[in-house]
């Protein structure tokens, strides 16, 4: 699993052409051209329902594209192949998560660590010190589905962590999550991105992206209308006002009268 | 005061039936075109079921009416009431647990009492063929003995509605409180236990008075016997008519061996002397066994609730009785029918609340403060290494840790475990039914029986198995991001289920061998072939799994919603099944061949080297298949991701 460089020649994390995916005739992603660099922590943002969610699914495989090309860590994920084999070196928190529900969070890490074959005694070691730091450790032995939504949240990142992957996609981690398991994942996902790996990161909350993520790429309508460091952004402004004029054109006065009467 | 009552309550039903009409509405429009043109003929199919059902009530009530006589018209309700009430026990098993398709959660913080949705879901758990059926054919019945009987079968409505309500109302009931119930782990496993036992019970007490019934006969038939030598037709005729009572044929049987000497006996007399004799005597009989029949019905129409409805009949129709008396059994029917539905709804209301558990004394003291579990305890709660942490040997690590954890998770499900147990309960109640006449069979007819019981325990159990993705539900997303190969997944998943699935069905065959004292040859050979049957067995699962993924609600073993073409492929991949698991009972076939050319290999368990031979060979296709079907899943898989994790109403 180290010797993933050697592999790739691809200077891309993601790279995307022309991504398109239909629902019905409606398109949920119309025509996007990612590029994230390796070695960045890229935030995706977009209003409710601007494709955010059916980009990460394309981009990890859970959802077929109607058309263009994806490729991840330079695999073309379109292929099965080479896609099965790029799923080694991602961690994934999907938009509706991935847990069995008569699993406790200890057989749960266990089995994704399994698969991925890692060896038992390193999956413990791993799958305890992940639940310490999200302070799960007193609810291993309660199945995922009496789990809180925040709960079920920070088990996801646990095993999206445990493989040790090389890119990270992260639909809303910090939905749900209070706050000191933000500060920690915050810090985890800074030292993850200063040893070389990538994080692809969608959420809500401009502050925590201004503070964490050195480049955005902003969607509207399944369009993709702005992709830029962060530097350049903050340098004529702040993300949040960056982010309204790109995404928040269809607003309305934000006023009901009715309500204050 | 009326405007009152209908904002509170007539208002808020038909808000819900609106809710009700639009989730239904919604998803068929939202559905593909041949998804809706099958709805359609499945509307048009109970449409049909309905009316040919009514007009075989029609018929009937005219007819039979007319045959057995207005006194004995009761007699035909209670065979009808019998009916009714089975179909709809079987049906209400059949749904196991109850869907509701307006859950309180979704209203529980809404400003109205979640009553008249209560009432809603009650109204549509009527909405099945077997209601539709059961109320055409009453309707039907009732129309056609008004033909005879006249006017005074209007009259026989009032305690059919009762009798309907009381049903759907008492099992619906008992649905929610199962539901409850296993939503509680500590009792889930007494209820797990209890129910097939209960419906073993249950099952037994007609069996038993029957056969208690039967035994009377006979001794009737010997003490006959014993005073006059009877006419060889009579042991016939009482054969002919045990058979047709569904009694066990052989009770008569035995008397059969006398038939050649009676005969003689009969020869005396003038063919046609003989003849009308026999006439006369076969009259006499009918009349006797009616009478029986009538008195027994006569007692059980009192003291037991689901024929009620012809005890009331019987006050009407027949003289003598009281006639108040059908009125205060319809009203004691509705007023238990609307205890039961007032029970549920609390209890359904406490489910939603979360107030089920509150009861128990433990839980409260437990809730008092925060539990300090030891560390010890976390780490390793004993010394044996955890199910999900095993290496299966031969096996890849991949397929090792899908079958472990398929293995940890479906046994804790509580609705899993049911379902797997329900497989063994028909042959276990057949095989009690038919106790006598298997115990009778040579050892050919009995292996061929019991490898039939592990076919049809496999065919009920593809309900799991050929759904495995189904219960994974947002799991399966793990698998569709995890690297791992694809037929390591499907040989993980079989991994799971064959010891399963062969643990169930060995156990079964060797009990069944114990109580039937079939040969140790033969018993052997139904076991090989019941372990030949899992290899192509899985594979047929395998497919039905890539192929026809139904989303399964959390805690249900119910599809949350069909579409119509999987229907109708999964339909065919059943009805393949028995064909392809057919192959194994081959070495059977060619045991009884050679022993019949053969004689002197008679007996030899000739079957068991072919069996074995079957069985390697059906390792081998399930290795060579496997690979061809991983191939198909990994083209499939986005597809099955959308299905399983689909959300409906
Ligand atoms: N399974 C589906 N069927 C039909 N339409 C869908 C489906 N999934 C998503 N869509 C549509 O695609 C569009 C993009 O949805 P997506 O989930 O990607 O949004 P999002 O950016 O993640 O929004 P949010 O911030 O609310 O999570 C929406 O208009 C949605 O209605
Ligand atoms: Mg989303």
């Known amino acids: 699993m180290e010797s993933i460089e050697s592999h790739h020649r691809s200077p891309f994390a993601i790279e995307t052409q022309d991504l398109t995916r239909l629902f019905g005739d409606k398109a949920a992603v119309n025509r996007v051209n990612l590029k994230v660099d390796r070695g960045t922590l890229y935030g995706f943002l977009g209003h409710n329902g601007a494709g955010k969610s059916t980009t990460i699914k394309m981009l990890t495989g859970l959802l077929a594209p109607t058309s263009g090309t994806v490729r991840v860590l330079g695999y073309d994920m379109l292929d099965t192949r080479e896609g099965l084999e790029a799923k080694r070196y991602l961690g994934v928190i999907p938009e509706n998560l991935a847990l069995f529900d008569n699993l406790t969070a200890h057989e749960y890490l266990m089995f994704v660590g399994r698969i991925h074959r890692l060896d038992i005694p390193t999956i413990k070691q791993r799958s305890d010190e992940l639940l310490e730091l999200l302070s799960l450790q007193n609810e291993r032995k309660k199945l995922a589905m009496e789990y809180s939504h925040g709960m079920r949240k920070k088990l996801s990142l646990a095993a999206a962590l445990l493989p040790k992957p090389q890119l990270l996609f992260l639909d809303e981690p910090f939905e749900g999550v209070d706050a000191v398991a933000s500060v920690a994942i915050r810090e985890l996902l800074t030292q993850f991105v200063a040893r070389g790996c990538t994080v692809f990161i969608t959420s809500h909350v401009l502050e925590i992206v201004q503070k964490l993520c050195t480049h955005v790429g902003i969607i509207s309508q399944g369009e993709l209308v702005l992709q830029s460091s962060m530097g350049e952004i903050l340098a004529n402004g702040s993300l949040e006002d960056k982010f309204l004029s790109m995404a928040g054109s269809q607003q309305g006065s934000g006023r009901l009268e009715w309500l204050e009467s | ?649």
Not at chain 2, 599 to 627: A, K, Q
């Open chain 2, 1 to 649: 005061m009326i405007q009152n009552w209908l904002q509170r309550f007539f208002a808020p039903t038909l808000l819900f039936i609106w809710l009700r009409f639009r989730l239904r509405y919604n998803q068929v429009t939202h559905s593909s075109k041949l998804a809706q043109a099958l709805g359609m003929l499945g509307i048009a199919f109970v449409a049909c079921a309905t009316l040919s059902v009514w007009m075989g009530g029609l018929l009937g009530g005219y007819f039979f009416t007319r045959l057995v006589g207005v006194e004995n018209h009761f007699l035909l309700w209670d065979g009808l009431l019998l009916i009714a009430t089975v179909s709809w026990a079987i049906h209400v098993l059949n749904e196991a647990q109850r869907g509701d398709p307006i859950t309180f959660d979704k209203i529980l913080h809404l400003p109205i009492t979640p009553a008249q949705a209560f009432v809603v879901n009650y109204l549509s758990s009527l909405g099945s063929t077997v209601f539709f059926m059961t109320v055409g054919g009453f309707l039907g019945f009732i129309l056609g003995s008004i033909f005879v009987l006249g006017w005074v079968g209007f009259l026989f409505l009032i305690p059919t509605a009762c009798f309907l309500f009381s049903m759907t109302a008492l099992t619906y009931w008992l649905q929610g409180w199962l539901a409850a119930v296993m939503a509680n782990p500590r009792k889930r496993q007494t209820v797990l236990v209890a129910i097939p036992i209960v419906i073993i019970a249950l099952v037994q007490i007609p069996v038993q008075t029957l056969n208690w019934s039967t035994d009377r006969e006979r001794g009737k038939i010997a003490q006959q016997k014993a005073t006059s030598p009877p006419a060889a037709e009579a042991v016939v005729e009482s054969k002919a008519d045990s058979v047709d009572s569904g009694v066990q044929p052989e009770a008569a049987a035995e008397n059969v061996p006398d038939q050649n000497a009676d005969a003689a006996a009969a020869a005396e007399l003038s063919p046609e002397e003989a003849r009308e004799k026999r006439k006369q005597e076969r009259a006499e009989r009918r009349r006797e066994e009616l009478a029986r029949w009538k008195q027994a019905f006569t007692i059980a129409n009192y003291v037991f609730p689901p024929l009620w409805t012809a005890g009331a009949v019987q006050a009407w129709t027949v003289p003598g009785l009281r006639w108040w008396l059908p009125l205060g059994t319809s009203v004691a029917m509705v007023l238990a029918g609307c205890l039961a539905l007032r029970a549920s709804y609390r209890s359904t209301l406490q489910y939603w609340r979360g107030e089920w558990d509150l009861g128990s004394k433990s839980k409260r003291q437990g809730s008092q403060g925060p539990v300090e579990i030891p560390k010890e305890v976390l780490a390793n709660s004993s010394g044996r290494v955890p199910w999900i942490e095993r290496r299966l040997p031969w096996v890849s690590e991949e397929a090792s840790a899908v079958a472990t954890m398929t293995w940890t998770a479906m046994l804790r499900a509580p609705e899993v475990k049911l379902y797997l147990f329900l497989p063994l309960l028909a042959p276990a109640i057949l095989g009690m039914v038919f106790r006598k006449g298997l115990s009778s069979f040579n050892d050919y007819w009995k292996g061929l029986v019991l490898c039939g019981f592990s076919a049809f325990a496999m065919l009920v159990a593809s309900g799991i198995a050929g759904n495995m993705f189904g219960y994974d539900r947002s799991g399966f997303r793990a698998f569709v991001l995890s690297p791992m190969d694809r037929r390591s997944l499907l040989l993980g998943r079989n991994l799971a289920y064959a010891p399963l699935i062969a643990v169930l069905t060995l156990s079964a065959t060797f009990v069944f061998c114990l109580l039937y004292q079939v040969g140790l040859g033969m018993s052997l050979l139904a076991m090989l072939i019941t372990l030949t049957m899992l290899g192509p067995y899985l594979l047929v699962m395998n497919w039905m799994a890539i192929l026809t993924p139904f989303p399964i609600a959390s805690g249900s073993v119910q599809p949350k919603h069909f579409d119509f073409g999987s229907v109708v492929l999964n339909l065919v991949l059943s009805m393949i099944l028995p064909f392809i698991l057919g192959v194994s009972l081959l070495p059977i076939g060619a045991q009884f061949l050679l022993g019949k050319l053969l004689p002197t290999l008679d007996g030899w368990p000739l079957g068991i080297p072919l069996s074995i031979l079957l069985f390697v060979g059906s390792l081998w296709l399930h290795r060579t298949v496997l690979p061809h079907q991983a191939k198909l899943l990994e083209k499939r898989e986005k597809e099955l991701l959308r299905i399983v994790t689909s959300k409906v109403e």
